[in-house]
């Protein structure tokens, strides 16, 4: 995307430029005469090629609602978006924010998940057989 | 009040919304020095000037509206019709009238 947005920039500079300067030739030579047709589609169809340049060269729009956002960011994951820090890191694209909440530890999972889900009968029950092995594991 | 409760529903993130609208405007202010640069060489005057850049203006959110949201605006702007179509253009229009005279100057006079 990005390969072709810089072709497209660099083709409508080209002729954007080209454009210009035989509009400023031709002004010269000939004051009161109007524009040859040529000069003006030439510069009609740089602009038209330097605007889609634009367009295409901006970075990705982001889905504004919540559920696609973070569908997004769940199925994506953090990854690399090619730019670097002048340190040479690598800058990565935004992260779930409620990670540090360890839902992905779950109940199935080898964490203790969400601290709002602590089980507190597993834990009691799991206190009992301690207690009754004499305080050993 | 419908509004409201549909926003409870579907919560709208803001730093995407803020994304959203810094590219746009990115785009826009761009784009329209350019169209002043061709309003300028192609010696446009008065309201000629003006209706050329609504055009192009146009048809640039049409390039967004096809390259950049896929043609679902409304899944990456809250009211598309302002802030795809409508979104800072008249902010726009200084860098616009900017680069127009500039170029009239330096062509035509």
């Known amino acids: 995307m990005t390969l072709i947005g810089a072709t497209l920039n660099t083709v409508g500079l080209l002729f954007l430029t080209h454009a210009v300067y035989s509009t400023h030739e031709h002004t010269a030579t000939f004051p009161h005469a109007p524009l040859p047709l040529d000069i003006t589609i030439e510069l009609l169809v740089s602009i038209l090629v330097l605007s889609a340049g634009i367009v295409f060269t901006s970075p990705s729009l982001k889905p504004i609602v919540w559920a696609r956002w973070a569908g997004r960011l769940s199925r994506e994951g953090r990854h690399g978006e090619g730019k670097w820090t002048r340190e040479g890191e690598e800058i990565l694209s935004e992260g779930d924010p409620y990670a540090f909440l360890g839902l992905d530890g779950g109940i199935g999972g080898k964490r203790e998940g969400r601290l709002g889900f602590w089980d507190v009968r597993g834990k009691r029950k799991e206190y009992a057989e301690w207690a009754k092995n004499g305080g050993k594991q | ?109």
Do not use: C
């Not at chain 2, 202010?29 to 309201?47: D, Q, R």
């Not at chain 2, 409304?74 to 005279?101: K, M």
């Open chain 2, 1 to 109: 009040m419908e509004e409201e409760r549909e926003l409870a529903i579907n919560p709208i993130v803001a730093t995407s919304m803020q994304h959203n609208t810094q590219v746009v405007s990115n785009i826009r202010s761009l784009t329209a020095s350019l169209f002043g640069v061709a309003a300028g060489t192609l010696g446009m005057e008065s309201y000629t000037g003006f209706i050329f850049y609504l055009i192009g203006t146009l048809i640039v959110s049409g390039f967004l509206f096809t390259f950049r949201s896929d043609g679902k605006p409304s899944e990456y702007f809250h009211r598309p019709l302002g802030d795809l179509w409508g979104g800072d253009v008249v902010s726009g229009l200084s860098s616009f009238v900017l680069t127009w005279t500039l170029f009239y100057g330096l062509v035509r006079a």
